[in-house]
């Protein structure tokens, strides 16, 4: 049985600020840094990963690259997979938190943001991820990504409907959440 294991990246620049990033890049912070290498040591001592899946954003596939270091994965073996792009929360992108509190992607108001990636397009993108993950041999998959996709990673793992990602706990960064 396959083993699939989540991380959101470790605290990212923007979410220092309290700025939201959504598919904009933004670099992982000193922070994020640490609580990746954290986590790494962390995972180093009680999990081994046989892969280990990453969003392509910067903050992410550091993230990935930082455990992989400590985990002694190969670097070169990470899996970058676009569809962990996190979603496009459209026109509150690049906004303070405190300027658009119920707009930030955590809140089921976010579906009313102009310019926002339809709901139903990120279920289907974190289905075909782990469809695209069943599909590989590998065992034990760490799967690095943000606060939506792992969110949705979950609903989509449930067999839900895409409005039930809000019910889903917030990822917090560089944590280890154990999906299957």
């Known amino acids: 049985m396959q083993h699939l294991y989540l991380m959101r990246h470790g605290q990212s620049e923007a979410n220092a600020h309290q700025i939201i990033a959504g598919s904009h890049d933004s670099p992982l912070s000193d922070v994020g840094r640490a ?14 990963f046989d892969l280990i ?34 979603r496009n929360l459209g026109n509150v992108e690049g906004q303070a938190y405190a300027n658009t509190p119920h707009h930030n992607g955590n809140y089921e108001d976010a579906e009313n943001v102009p310019g926002v990636e339809p709901i139903t397009h990120l279920l289907t993108r974190m289905q075909n991820v782990l469809k695209q993950i069943r ?26 409907e895409p409005m039930d990602m809000y019910s889903q706990p917030r990822t917090e960064n560089a944590i280890l959440y154990k999906l299957t």
């Not at 609580?35 to 999990?47: H, I, L, N, P």
């Not at 760490?142 to 996709?149: R, W």
């Open 53 to 86: 899946v990453s969003s392509p954003m910067d903050r992410a596939l550091e993230t990935a690259e930082i455990i992989a270091a400590c985990t002694d994965y190969p670097t070169e073996g990470i899996l970058v997979v676009e569809n962990l792009r996190e």
């Open 135 to 160: 599909k590989r041999s590998e065992q034990n998959v760490l799967v690095v990504a943000h606060n939506g996709c792992g969110r949705m990673l979950k609903v989509a793992l449930q067999g839900g």
């Open 35 to 48: 609580q990746a290498a954290y986590a790494g040591g962390t995972a180093k001592r009680y999990f081994h």
